[in-house]
């Protein structure tokens, strides 16, 4: 049976470029409460649903990018140990 669901804790590499990409992402999220700021309580209704739809989506990307860390930090550790 594959590995491909097994938990692997992030290495010192990987903490570290999922913590930048966090980063990222926040300063994205945080730009989000400027979208129609100066409409004031018509802000909800005006931007409400595209700014959830970019949440989420910013949600998605994150998970794909903790997933493709995973990726990589097997293979690190599968050709250090080879080595």
Known sequence: MSNRFEYVKY????TTQS???KNLF???ENGLV?????LGDA???VVGREVALVRTKLEEAYMWIG???RNDQVQRDAI???K
Do not use: Y
């Open 34 to 38: 400027a979208i129609g700021g100066t």
């Open 80 to 82: 250090s140990k080879s």
């Open 43 to 45: 802000k909800g209704p």
């Open 11 to 14: 290495d010192e590499v990987a």
């Open 67 to 69: 997933k493709a860390l």
């Open 26 to 28: 926040e300063q994205i």
């Open 19 to 21: 913590n930048n990409f």
